[in-house]
């Protein structure tokens, strides 16, 4: 029963994936439609991208508390 705890805890980390592949293309196409806006566009993607990347990792440890418990 702790396996299947464990899996449900880590299905939030393919939204955590698709939300980053999401912001990704997001940048691609907004360098491609305006390339002087590079500095903004990546600095603000790459903060959404860390936050994102902090969900996954707090689910990642959630998972693990409920293994080990």
Do not use: H, Q, W
Not at 15 to 26: E, K
Not at 27 to 41: E, F, H, I, Q, W
Request: hydrophobic share 60%; with cysteine.
């Amino acid at each position: 029963m702790k396996i299947l705890a464990t899996a449900i805890c880590l299905i939030p980390l393919a939204g955590c994936a698709l939300g980053i592949g999401m912001i990704f293309s997001g940048l691609l196409y907004g360098l491609t439609r305006n390339p002087s806006a590079y500095d903004v566009v990546f600095g603000l993607s790459l903060l959404g991208m860390s936050l994102i990347e902090m969900f996954g990792f707090i689910c990642i440890i959630a998972a693990a508390f409920v293994y080990m418990s």
